[in-house]
Each structure stands twice: as structure tokens, then as C-alpha cells.
């Protein structure tokens, strides 16, 4: 499905009373933010970064796409434990963007497989809306409510408000 298409079914569905409805730019960083929600919550894209060792560095940067680190292996596919204070040998993700490896070996490299965020999506101009949104199709439905909650909590918040049916409805779809 492509951004063109989540646009119209915005249009015309959860954005209809909103004048942001004619505002691609604004749509489509809520549709970023819904894609972000999905991601977060669903494993959708996985991803490998591997790591090469060098004697005396410890700190290893990920790459900025990592939402959540599944696993870190060696080149012969043993896992390291991961953030296990009790283990001397586990590796620990001291940041967001950053792991530290007790004893690194020059040579040695490190698998990392972890869960990936998706690919921000930009609107530039009409051609945009020819961008592929990375979702699967059963996965429309709570897109469209996400951006309906954020787009109508951007107007009013109050706990009552039409936002907060979007957002259980993005909950139960």
C-alpha cells in the first residue's frame, strides 16, 4: 500500500472533521508516529549488525535504526547474555545507540539481531504519495485509528474527546 493510499482513506475517514486533512506534510508524520507505535509493538522488521572486535574498545555504537536488541551471537552463533549483571561475560547496552563488551578480541565480531524501526516516510511533494508504507495489510486499520488519536489529541485532549476513542480502538484493532 502505498502513502497515497493511507492518505485517502484519512481524507476520508478518521481526519474528515480535521482541517489537517488537506495538509500531506502533517499526515504524513502522523503517519510516521502510527508506524513507530506498530514497530514498538509488533516485531515487523528485523535487522543484523555485525559488530568486528578490536583489542581494548569496549563500547560499540548500533546502528540507529535499533528499537530493541533480540540477540547477540559469536561468529560460531553462541548467544551472549545481554544486560545479566550476575553473568562476568554478558554484554550490556549501555545506551540506546551503545553496547559494551567485556574482554573484545581483535578478530572476533559480533552478531547483533535486533528489532528495527521503520523507514521515516517524507513528503516532499505529489510524488511522494507514491511511497510504500511498511506495513502489512491487516495492520491499515490500527494505523488509520493511531493517526486519527494523535491528530484529534492535538486539537483537544480532554480525556473524554474523540481521541481517546481512536486510541482504544488502535488498542483493540
Known amino acids: 500500500m502505498t502513502l497515497g493510499d493511507v492518505v485517502t482513506q484519512l481524507k476520508y475517514g478518521e481526519l474528515q472533521s480535521l482541517a489537517v486533512k488537506d ?3 502533517a499526515i504524513t508524520s502522523y503517519v510516521n508516529l ?3 507505535a506498530l514497530y514498538n509493538r509488533f516485531t515487523l522488521k528485523v535487522s543484523e549488525q555485525i559488530i568486528p572486535l578490536k583489542d581494548n574498545i569496549v563500547e560499540y555504537t548500533l546502528n540507529e535504526d535499533v528499537m530493541t536488541i533480540e540477540g547477540i551471537y559469536d561468529e560460531n552463533g553462541d548467544e551472549f547474555a545481554l544486560d545479566d549483571d550476575t553473568n562476568l561475560f554478558s554484554i550490556q547496552q ?3 545507540e551503545t553496547i559494551q563488551v567485556p574482554n573484545p578480541s581483535t578478530g572476533a565480531t559480533l552478531s547483533v ?5 521503520p523507514k521515516i516516510l517524507t513528503y516532499i511533494d505529489e510524488s511522494s504519495l ?3 508504507v511498511p506495513v502489512p495489510p491487516q495492520l491499515l486499520e490500527p494505523l ?5 488519536y494523535r491528530a484529534h489529541g492535538s ?5 473524554k474527546a474523540e481521541n481517546n476513542t481512536h486510541y482504544m480502538r ?4
Open 23 to 25: 495538509d500531506n506534510t
Open 144 to 148: 488509520l485509528h493511531y493517526v486519527g
Open 155 to 159: 486539537v483537544n485532549g480532554d480525556i
Open 94 to 96: 549501555v545506551d540506546f
Open 34 to 36: 502510527a508506524l513507530q
Open 170 to 173: 488502535f488498542i483493540a484493532s
Open 113 to 117: 539481531i535486533y528489532k528495527a524501526s
Open 130 to 132: 507514491n511511497s510504500r
